[in-house]
Each structure stands twice: as C-alpha cells, then as structure tokens.
C-alpha cells in the first residue's frame, strides 16, 4: 500500500506562503489546472478514488443545505483556535461549539411535508 503524507504535502513552505496559518482566501483567485493541483484527499492517477466527484457534489450540497437551513451563531467572542491536534482524522486542539436554530422559513417548509 502506498500512502501520501497529506499532513506535510499541504504544509509544504514551497507550496504555499505561511501554510500553517488559515487563509481560505489563497483559493479564491488560483486556478486548479492538474500540474498545480496540490490538495490530494482522492489520491492521484489511476488510482485516483472513483467517487471524489460524487463526494464533492454531496460535501458542497450538505454544506450548503446546513448554511440555507440553520442560523449559526458562535459561543463566545475569543478567536478561534486552529491548532490542530493529534489524530488520522486532524482534529482541532479545542473543538468549535457553535449554536445553530433552524431558519424559521425552514420550519414552516418542513411542518407541511
């Protein structure tokens, strides 16, 4: 089995300018052309994970669906912690708690189903 080691390929200093600090914004204006693609969660090539589109149309749509139908609202004012912790699935240091309330047009559109 060969595994690619995703922690260090997307902290590459080479790669990205600062990479461990959190900046979604680097992705808003760069263009994802093959030789450039350097976030690999599907793996590359031939062996590449025949459902990754499948699972980035569902990932976009549950995400979407979670931000169209609930209010989110943080608990507290301190900026959150992005320190990562130990574990295979990269969990933060200090999980988000986050309060979320269904949309009251959401309820209304459930009750009648």
């Excluded at 902290?11 to 693609?37: A, H, Q």
């Amino acid at each position: 089995m060969l595994l690619v080691n995703l922690w260090t390929l997307h902290r590459d200093p080479n790669l990205w300018v600062d990479p461990t600090r959190f900046v979604p914004e680097r992705f808003e204006e760069r263009e994802l052309d093959s030789e450039i693609y350097n976030i690999l969660p599907f793996g590359v090539g031939r062996r590449a994970c025949p459902g990754s589109v499948l699972a980035k149309r569902f990932m976009a749509n549950a995400i979407g669906s979670l931000i169209q139908c609930f209010e989110w609202e943080r608990i507290g004012n301190e900026e959150i912690n992005m320190t990562e912790g130990i574990g295979l699935t990269m969990p933060k240091v200090e999980p988000l708690i986050a309060l979320c309330r269904p949309r009251q047009l959401m309820v209304k559109v459930l009750s009648n189903i």
